[in-house]
C-alpha cells in the first residue's frame, strides 16, 4: 500500500513539474505564433487529467475510507458535505479577518489571481479548479498523508502536518492560515464520514463558489467588499479587545 501511496504522490510531483518538458520547444512555438501561456494552460489541463486517471487506476483495488464499515451512508455523506462547505466557508471568512485585522496582510491571493486568469484565457481550466486538483489534493494530502500519520499518531499531529503541507504546496505563504483552515476542516470531514468523496466534493464545492464569485466582481466591488469586511472586522475585535 505504501509502495502504491508513493507512486501517487510521485504522479502528482512530476505532473507538477511536467511542464518543463515545454521549455525546448518555446522558440519553436514563438515561431508559429503560439501564445505560451495558452499553450501552457492547455498542458496543465492535460497533465492533470492524466495525473487523476493514473491515480484512480493505482487506488482501484482499494476500499474507500479509512474504515469502509464504519464509513456514513448516503444521506448522512450529503449532510456531512453541506456541513462541510458552510464550515469551510466560514472558516476561511475567519481565517481571512485575522490575516488581516491581526497579522496585517492584505486580501486577494496571487494564486487565485492566476487561476482566474487561466480560467479566462482557457475555460477548460475551471475543470482543473474543480475537479482534478480537489481529487489530487484530497487523495494525496488528506487520504494519504493524514490518514497515514494519524494511523502512527493522533489527529492533531497529522492534521497540523497535513494541512501544512497543503497550503505550503499552494506556493501562497501569505494566505497559508486560510489554506491551513482549509486542511483542519477537510480531515475532519475524512474523519468523521471516512469517506474521501466528502473532502473532495466540499473542497470542489469551495473553489467552484471562489471561482463564480471573483468571475462576476468588478475590482470596484471587490474594493468595496474589502472595506466593508475591515469595518465588520473593527466592530467584531474592537468589542472583543
Do not use: C
Amino acid at each position: 500500500m505504501l509502495l502504491r501511496y508513493s507512486f501517487i504522490i510521485l504522479t502528482y510531483i512530476l505532473m507538477q513539474l511536467s511542464s518543463l518538458l515545454l521549455l525546448p520547444f518555446v522558440p519553436w512555438m514563438r515561431d508559429k505564433g503560439w501564445e505560451l501561456t495558452t499553450v501552457s494552460y492547455w498542458w496543465s489541463v492535460v497533465s492533470f487529467l492524466l495525473a487523476v486517471i493514473i491515480t484512480l487506476i493505482l487506488l482501484r483495488k482499494e476500499k474507500s475510507g479509512l474504515a469502509d464499515r464504519s464509513a456514513t451512508g448516503f444521506g448522512m455523506t450529503v449532510l456531512w458535505i453541506i456541513i462541510g462547505f458552510f464550515g469551510a466557508y466560514f472558516g476561511q471568512i475567519i481565517a481571512g479577518m485575522i490575516e488581516i485585522y491581526v497579522l496585517n496582510i492584505r486580501q486577494g491571493s496571487q494564486n487565485t489571481a492566476n487561476i482566474l486568469d487561466a480560467i479566462q484565457s482557457v475555460p477548460a481550466f475551471v475543470v482543473i479548479v474543480v475537479v482534478f486538483a480537489p481529487i489530487l489534493e484530497e487523495i494525496i494530502f488528506r487520504k494519504i498523508i493524514f490518514g497515514e500519520i494519524y494511523k502512527r499518531t493522533n489527529f492533531f499531529v497529522a492534521v497540523l502536518i497535513s494541512a501544512l503541507l497543503f497550503g505550503i504546496v499552494h506556493g501562497d505563504l501569505l494566505h497559508l492560515l486560510q489554506y491551513f483552515v482549509m486542511g483542519i476542516i477537510f480531515a475532519t470531514l475524512y474523519v468523521q464520514t471516512k469517506r474521501i468523496i466528502v473532502p473532495i466534493i466540499t473542497h470542489g464545492l469551495m473553489n467552484l463558489m471562489v471561482v463564480i464569485i471573483q468571475l462576476n466582481l468588478t475590482p470596484e466591488k471587490i474594493e468595496q467588499m474589502q472595506k466593508q469586511l475591515e469595518n465588520m472586522q473593527t466592530i467584531i475585535f474592537g468589542g472583543i479587545l
